[in-house]
């Protein structure tokens, strides 16, 4: 992180032209001018404090979720009703903690930089943008390190435990189970919550970027400037409003209920908060404005950035219902997926493998119509603030993904002490539903990331002075290409680290239970910490690779091969990216799903492939132990890698433009 931030301030310190007042700076860092060296060191504070943030927040959520996992158990002896209240509050606490200081800490940034900027909102919001990538640096990091520390212990206990042994989940005797436990917060709590602090850090940045050049930005009207602050402040009461409906208003007394009650959040959040974009758009914007959208003026009205947001809030909700209805264990996808486990773990993969690709189908339509809706009204300023439209509800967002991890946990609690077999069965109710609100949470993240990439992407375009991005030229064609092929690449190196982790952890489990004494009869305890050991391990070594192809390639591109190179490298990610993303995710999730429908045998259907270590169940924990590096490691870290190369592109823009594409120079 601090090589970065040193990077950044060499880099941009270095550039003729950043903004308005530095346009007589020279490429020389021993003779920075007085402004030149003022935006490199904002730019790099800004970097650094997202960072921060976004570590800070990440931390805080894991501290809040271990408390919880405890208290979720005893709470469950009263019933699952009092348990879901503590499962659901404390992912609440979370998901209001992050949006509440990614909020505080951007809003304090913008008012200290201001105080040299001035008026100068163009050379201020450019320095800001140090503040996204800084949010998505240490989400790379979380959610790659997370999921392979996660998943490396997760696949070692279900191989070994499960398949081989014939041993609950989380049974204390299973030497894997603690890093998995662990691993579930490291992954599912500061990854998840790393990755959507950083949606909001960036797709805050592109609006602002695009705001401060726009009528209200030469006009200096702060309050429609900061429209896209006012549009995440809404979100958070908006937010505290629709929690009392889960927790206060209504009360869940049977395990049937659980889902429906995380459905309404979603469904209540959306409707509240439309209501809310309308009264803040109202107030805050002119009735009617400017938005220069590549060099061209374009007049918008207030109503029709409101429609904007919109479209994008409601699209979020279209993807999450989608998402539950291809990884719910109550629809027919994930049904037949599980029905597909008689012959063997083959067709279970390969259904699983056609029901991810299906999946992939409405998103997008529902991602492109909110683009090209959002387009037409605003421009690249309109796709800005649909993002951050999607990411409105973040809190109560993280407050159903949240709650995913923390009634896994408590069930691993409840197996771990000992407890009677009905608490069980009552956490195991509780995270089945928290495996699809979590699979909804990654298609929220995906979602968001398309949008959040596309208005970065347009803010790099016009930063960079790219008149237009035309694919049929060689140089934009040959980044197309090779962007494209990124996501598979980056996709090959987490896939591989969470394998080979997995078979260390597999080796040592084996041997454990080979040769400790009294092991599996229950009288001697395991060695947990070298497990521990070893995902800890894995997780800091492994997520060097895939975090330095996503961190290099922006800089080796355009330093090598220009801005032009660079757009289509951005482009081809992007696109290939997030279908790659949505279609791994679900696929791993409708796997997971399709094991917890035959261990409940909740129907007649789902007791004729069942119990427990029938060869159905056997293979559908395979397809489970498949798919989890999909859906918790590959899959959502893939959105990252988009968002991640297009806010460090629009951060090095000037440079780019300035002194970028010295292979095309030489040749």
């Excluded at 009703?81 to 949006?99: C, D, E, P, T, W």
């Excluded at 520390?149 to 997760?154: L, Q, R």
């Excluded at 809404?234 to 889960?246: H, K, N, Q, S």
């Amino acid at each position: 992180m601090v090589a970065f931030a040193i990077l950044i301030f060499l880099f941009l310190g270095s550039v003729e032209g950043f903004s308005t007042k530095n346009q007589r700076c020279t490429y020389d860092v021993t003779k920075l001018c007085k402004p030149a060296l003022a935006t490199a060191v904002f730019s790099t504070v800004s970097f650094l404090l997202g960072a921060v943030t976004s570590v800070v927040s990440g931390f805080l959520g894991m501290k809040i979720a271990t408390y919880a996992n405890a208290r979720t158990t005893l709470e469950a002896r009263k019933g699952v009703g009092k348990a879901f209240i503590i499962a659901f509050r404390s992912g609440a606490v979370m998901g209001f903690l992050l949006a509440a200081n990614g909020l505080l800490v951007l809003y304090i940034a913008i008012n200290l930089f201001k105080l040299y900027y001035g008026d100068d909102w163009e050379g201020l919001f450019e320095a800001i943008t140090g503040y996204g990538l800084g949010g998505s640096s240490m989400a790379l990091f979380g959610r790659v390190g997370g999921g392979i520390y996660t998943k490396a212990a997760d696949v070692g206990a279900d191989l070994v435990g499960k398949v081989e042994r014939n041993i609950p989940e989380d049974d204390p005797r299973n030497p894997a189970v603690i890093a998995d436990n662990v691993g579930d917060n490291v992954g599912d709590i500061a990854g998840m919550g790393s990755d959507l602090f950083g949606s909001y850090a960036e797709s805050s940045c592109a609006a602002l970027v695009v705001a401060s050049i726009s009528s209200f930005g030469i006009n200096h009207d702060l309050t429609a400037m900061l429209y896209p602050l006012l549009i995440s402040s809404a979100g958070i009461l908006v937010c505290l409003l629709t929690t009392l409906f889960a927790t206060d208003f209504f009360e869940v007394k049977a395990v049937k209920e659980i889902e429906p009650a995380l459905k309404k959040q979603l469904i209540i959040s959306t409707i509240l908060m439309t209501a809310g974009i309308a009264i803040v758009s109202w107030i805050a914007l002119p009735s009617s404005f400017t938005i220069f959208n590549f060099g061209v003026q374009k007049e918008v009205k207030s109503w029709q950035l409101f429609l904007c947001v919109a479209v994008g809030l409601w699209a979020g909700l279209i993807i999450g219902f989608v998402t539950e209805y291809f990884t719910s264990n109550a629809y027919s996808p994930v049904q037949d997926v599980a029905d597909s486990c008689r012959t063997g773990a083959a067709t279970n993969v390969i259904f699983g493998l056609a029901l991810g690709y299906k999946s992939v189908i409405i998103p997008i339509f529902a991602i492109a119509i909110s683009i090209f809706v959002s387009f037409s009204f605003a421009a690249m300023y309109g796709i800005a603030v649909a993002a951050l439209g999607m990411l409105s509800t973040i809190a109560t967002g993280l407050a159903i993904d949240a709650y995913g991890p923390i009634s896994d946990n408590a069930g691993g609690i409840a197996e771990m002490a000992g407890m009677s077999h009905t608490i069980r069965e009552r956490t195991d109710a509780l995270d089945a539903a928290g495996n699809t609100t979590a699979a909804i949470g990654k298609g929220f993240a995906i979602g968001s990331a398309a949008l959040v990439s596309l208005a970065l992407f347009g803010a790099f375009v016009s930063r960079a002075k790219i008149s237009t991005v035309d694919v049929l030229t060689p140089k934009v064609f040959i980044g197309l290409i090779v962007g494209a092929m990124l996501p598979y690449w980056f996709s090959a190196m987490t896939m591989k680290s969470v394998g080979s982790a997995a078979l260390k952890m597999v080796e040592e489990v084996r041997r454990q239970f080979n040769t400790i004494p009294g092991l599996m009869e229950g009288t001697t305890k395991p060695d947990y910490a070298t497990c521990v050991k070893i995902s800890t391990d894995a997780s800091i070594k492994e997520m060097i690779p895939p975090g330095a192809l996503v961190m290099l390639t922006p800089l080796i591109v355009g330093i090598f091969f220009g801005v032009e190179t660079l757009s289509g490298v951005l482009a081809g990610s992007l696109v290939s990216g997030v279908q790659i993303a949505i279609s791994a995710s679900n696929t791993g999730g409708a796997w997971d799903n399709a094991k917890k429908y035959i261990e409940a045998g909740a129907s007649e259907h789902a007791r004729s492939l069942g119990p427990k270590g029938s060869d159905p169940h056997k293979a559908a924990v395979i397809g489970d132990t498949v798919g989890d590096p999909l859906k918790d490691t590959s899959g959502p870290s893939l959105n990252i890698l988009i968002k991640l190369m297009a806010v460090e592109s629009l951060v090095f823009a000037p440079f780019f433009a300035t002194h970028g594409g010295l292979l095309f120079k030489i040749f």
